[in-house]
């Protein structure tokens, strides 16, 4: 079976949507399946217009923008109308199965289009929700005219592709809610792959000193610095923490949009000597940085997108055996089991989340507990192997199940 994969971005840039993909990808050749690879305008790596990472093929999008491109609406279009013209090009090449297009919307019809002149069926995978994410990120508001026409194209792509995936329960609850049939989507969960996290990495003390860190006991943040990852509520929640626990410290690892207004709330709050940001720092290090933490931290702010879609980040947590708190978003509710795998208070709760950190911290004599629930969570249920077969039925049901 030959799959063609529509992508907003891949490797070698490095995001959650980036690692599902590669995840995906490695674990459906596992199966013996043929995947080919095309990414939108949107991959801004530089690089070859076929480039290979990672032993994955991409064939990237070229795209020239003249100045009506520019505009909004009419940029959108004229990238779809790129992203069309490659995918013809490499669909008519290789001659595909199956086009299977992940969100956002605007990879779902030029592979709409491209599988109709072909005769193809097309999967539609969505990740999030196009009009929730322009919401974070500031470029419309909820209910907006922009909102509702986005909304609606993306509902329009569910009704009008062949299968829907959605990577956890929010995002299908809420497709349900809009009347598409519920036997027409579904879920292939976030995961990880175990064979790349070690569990219970020691502390790089090395490191430790070099930060500033030794003595301390350390929460940390490692990601991206997006406004709705609510690190600027971890910060104040930071005051109360320490008049309990004055030996605490904050690490956070890795930038985005909100890194200089958390350096700026550091500075208002007085905590230059708690807070060490690192910046963002290479993959293959990663491990260290963790290894230094005693408690991840993931105070998502309550909206659309966190309660409807779930992260990566507490699944790679649990993975290592490493204790977590967060904010009872949808999101986390779907992967965290308070008390059990992990700790959840109130989403925008500052004095809660100050309140979980202390109590958690108190629980040593469960810790132990509390990492091999997580772990065990991951390698029963939250693995890649079994998520990526989930595909089977998808696939199968568009060409027939011996062919999938």
Known sequence: MRILHVLDHSIPLHSGYTFRTAAILREQRKLGWDTHHVTSVKHTAPGPLVEEVDGLTFHRTPWTPGTIDRVPLLRERAQMRALEKRLLEVASDIKPDVIHAHSPVLNAFPALLVARRLDIPVVYEIRAFWEDAAVDHGTTTEGSLRYRATRAMETRAVFTVDAVTTICEGLRRDLVERGVPESKITVIPNAVDIDNFAYRVPADEALRAELGLSGKRVLGFIGSFYAYEGLDLLLRALPAILQKAPDVAVLLTG????????????????????????????HAEVQRYYSLVDVLVYPRHSMRLTDLVTPLKPLEAMAQGLLLVASDVGGHKELIRDGETGMLFRAGD???????????????????QIREAGRRFVETERNWTNSVARYRGVYGSLLGQAAA
Do not use: C, I, Y
């Not at 930038?255 to 290479?282: I, S």
């Not at 500052?350 to 132990?368: G, I, K, N, T």
């Open 255 to 282: 930038g985005g949009p909100q890194e200089q207004n958390l350096k700026a709330l550091v500075q208002e709050l007085g905590l230059q000597d708690h807070v060490k940001f690192t910046g963002r720092v290479p």
């Open 350 to 368: 500052a004095d809660d989340l100050a309140r979980s950190v202390l109590q958690l911290m108190s629980m040593q004599s469960r810790w132990s």
